[in-house]
T-cell receptor, first 111, second 114 residues
Framework: GENVEQHPSTLSVQEGDSAVIKCTYSDSASNYFPWYKQELGKRPQLIIDIRSNVGEKKDQRIAVTLNKTAKHFSLHITETQPEDSAVYFCAASTGYSTLTFGKGTMLLVSP | ETGVTQTPRHLVMGMTNKKSLKCEQHLGHNAMYWYKQSAKKPLELMFVYNFKEQTENNSVPSRFSPECPNSSHLFLHLHTLQPEDSALYLC?????????????FGEGSRLTVL
């Protein structure tokens, strides 16, 4: 089955800095890669996703890049703000399988 | 409000108790899921239901028993649990199983087993 590795497990940045979270996957058939954000005590929510026919996708301050050859994808957050503090989960699926999640990255943005 | 509601939000039970977690969605979705979230672990998929039929059981111990009477409701029946079963149990739904469907999560039920 699919295996998703996520790094780092914790990331601390100063407000205004950029943050990058990286994930690798094992199943070359995977073609859908969403990112979920879970604020403390709240439910995970989808923030951005990318499909294998696209190399990069942006939505305001967040972007996701995908390297199919290397089987890794990354979440980029620019101009971080304290409200970006949360746990971020990457995931992968083949489109016909249930999502496999990474272990999560706790992002702490200090004012 | 994402439309996925879980009750109870918190539950404390002894190892010999029997309790149930409830999940309800009003999004018109056909697939529902139970996930277990423990500290420092990924979201662990437990069960998947698609059109009321169980399609995945991720090697979950029999002390966890799911029930899906219709596409809008999902239960997780708990009996003779162990302390290591203490975790946040998240219900989710999606329009269809797989097929790149966004998961909509509930707030979760925080379970403590004494």
């Amino acid at each position: 089955g699919e295996n998703v590795e996520q790094h780092p497990s914790t990331l601390s940045v100063q407000e205004g800095d950029s943050a990058v979270i990286k994930c690798t996957y094992s199943d070359s058939a995977s073609n859908y890669f969403p990112w979920y954000k879970q604020e403390l005590g709240k439910r995970p929510q989808l923030i951005i996703d990318i499909r294998s026919n696209v190399g990069e996708k942006k939505d305001q301050r967040i972007a996701v890049t995908l390297n199919k050859t290397a089987k890794h994808f990354s979440l980029h957050i620019t101009e971080t703000q304290p409200e970006d503090s949360a746990v971020y989960f990457c995931a992968a699926s083949t489109g016909y399988s249930t999502l496999t999640f990474g272990k999560g990255t706790m992002l702490l943005v200090s004012p | 409000e994402t439309g996925v509601t879980q009750t109870p939000r918190h539950l404390v039970m002894g190892m010999t108790n029997k309790k149930s977690l409830k999940c309800e969605q009003h999004l018109g979705h056909n697939a529902m899921y139970w996930y277990k979230q423990s500290a420092k672990k990924p979201l662990e998929l437990m069960f998947v239901y698609n059109f009321k039929e169980q399609t995945e059981n991720n090697s979950v111990p029999s002390r966890f028993s799911p029930e899906c009477p219709n596409s809008s409701h999902l239960f997780l029946h708990l009996h003779t649990l162990q302390p290591e079963d203490s975790a946040l149990y998240l219900c989710a739904s999606s329009l269809n199983r797989g097929l790149d469907g966004e998961l909509f999560f509930g707030e979760g039920s925080r379970l403590t087993v004494l």
